[in-house]
C-alpha cells in the first residue's frame, strides 16, 4: 500500500522532527543567550548551586608592613530544574494529505513552544530585581534607559548590558528617537535616524535593547516589567536537552509527539543577597 506507515517513514519523519525543533529551539531564543548559562547535563540532582562572589577591596601599604587578610566568603543560590514539554498529534490523513514536510513543521513549532516557554520564564524574573524603576502608565523613554545603566554602573556591574522589552513598550521609546509627533524634525540622532528607517532601536545609552512578546502583561492596566541587565544577574540551568519521543495510537490513526526539555531559571546577581544587583527592572505602559 502506498499510503502504508513503515519504520523507514517513521525514522524519516522522526529524524525531521527533532533536527527542525533543535534548530528552532535553540535560534528562536532571545533571552537566554543573554544570561549566565549553566550545564548539569549528566550531574545527578535536580538542583544547582550558583556561586555569588564577594566584592574586595584594595589599600595601600607602606613598604615592609604586612598586609591584612581580607576576607573572602563565597555565597551561592539554588536554582531547582523541572519538566516543560508539549504533545502533539499527528494523524495519517493529516500527513498523508499534506503538500510539504510536515514533520519539519510541527518539529519547528514545537521547539518555537519551548524557546518561548524558556524566556517567558526568564522574563518573570525582571519583576524580582531588588532595583525597580518607573511605574503605572509610565512610557519607556531613553531617560529610564539612562537611569537604569547608571544604577547597574553604580552596582558595579559589568558590561555589557541588556535590555528586553515587549513591542508595545518600546514603542513610545522609537517614536521620542524619531522625534515623531512634534511640529518641527530636527536632526535626528544615529538612533533615531535608524529606529525611523528600520524599527529598530539599537543601542542607547550603553544598552542594548531587545524586543520580545515573552515580557508578559503584569496588570490588568496593561502595565509590563521589561529589564535591563547583565549575563549574571540571571541563570538558566540546562538538566535536559530537548527530547522527542513518539507513540503510535491506533484508535485515532496517528501518533503522538512529545518535545520536552528539563531546566531551572533563577536570579543570581539580582540584589537579593549581600551584594549588589546586575539587573533593574522597568515597568512602564504596554499600551499604545
Known amino acids: 500500500m502506498a499510503q502504508e506507515t513503515t519504520s523507514s517513514t517513521t525514522s524519516t519523519l522522526y529524524a525531521n522532527m527533532v533536527q527542525a525543533a533543535q534548530y528552532v529551539m535553540n535560534e528562536r531564543a532571545v533571552i537566554r543567550p543573554l544570561v549566565r548559562n549553566v550545564n548539569m547535563v549528566g550531574t545527578p540532582g535536580l538542583t544547582a548551586q550558583i556561586p555569588v562572589f564577594p566584592t574586595i577591596a584594595s589599600a595601600g601599604v607602606a613598604d615592609g608592613t604586612a598586609l591584612t587578610n581580607t576576607e573572602y566568603t563565597t555565597l ?25 514536510d510536515l514533520a519539519a513543521a510541527l518539529g519547528k513549532q514545537m521547539g518555537n513552544s519551548l524557546a ?10 525582571f519583576s524580582t530585581f531588588s532595583d525597580q524603576i518607573g511605574g503605572s502608565g509610565t512610557e519607556l523613554t531613553a531617560d529610564l534607559i539612562f537611569q537604569a545603566g547608571s544604577i547597574l554602573r553604580s552596582n558595579k556591574a559589568p558590561g555589557p548590558y541588556y535590555g528586553v522589552f515587549h513591542p508595545k513598550q518600546i514603542f513610545n521609546l522609537k517614536k521620542q528617537l524619531a522625534n515623531l509627533g512634534a511640529n518641527t524634525i530636527p536632526n535626528l540622532s544615529d538612533v533615531g535616524n535608524i529606529a525611523l528607517r528600520e524599527g529598530i532601536v539599537g543601542v542607547v545609552g550603553g544598552v542594548t535593547l531587545i524586543e520580545s512578546t515573552v515580557v508578559a502583561e503584569n496588570d490588568s492596566a496593561g502595565n509590563q516589567v521589561g529589564g535591563i541587565f547583565n549575563e549574571d544577574a540571571i541563570a538558566y540551568v540546562l538538566k535536559r536537552d530537548i527530547r522527542i519521543e513518539n507513540l503510535r495510537v491506533p484508535s485515532v490513526r496517528g501518533e503522538e509527539w512529545v518535545a520536552s526539555v528539563a531546566y531551572g531559571v533563577g536570579g543570581v546577581m539580582d540584589g537579593n543577597s549581600s551584594r549588589p544587583g546586575y539587573g533593574v527592572g522597568i515597568t512602564v505602559d504596554a499600551n499604545y
Not at 543560590?77 to 494529505?97: N, P, Y
Not at 524558556?118 to 518573570?124: G, K, V, Y
Open 76 to 100: 551561592s543560590k539554588e536554582i531547582s530544574c523541572a519538566e516543560a514539554g508539549v504533545m502533539v498529534t499527528l494523524t495519517d490523513l493529516a500527513r498523508e494529505a499534506a503538500t510539504e
Open 116 to 125: 518561548e516557554k524558556i524566556d517567558t520564564d526568564l522574563a518573570n524574573l
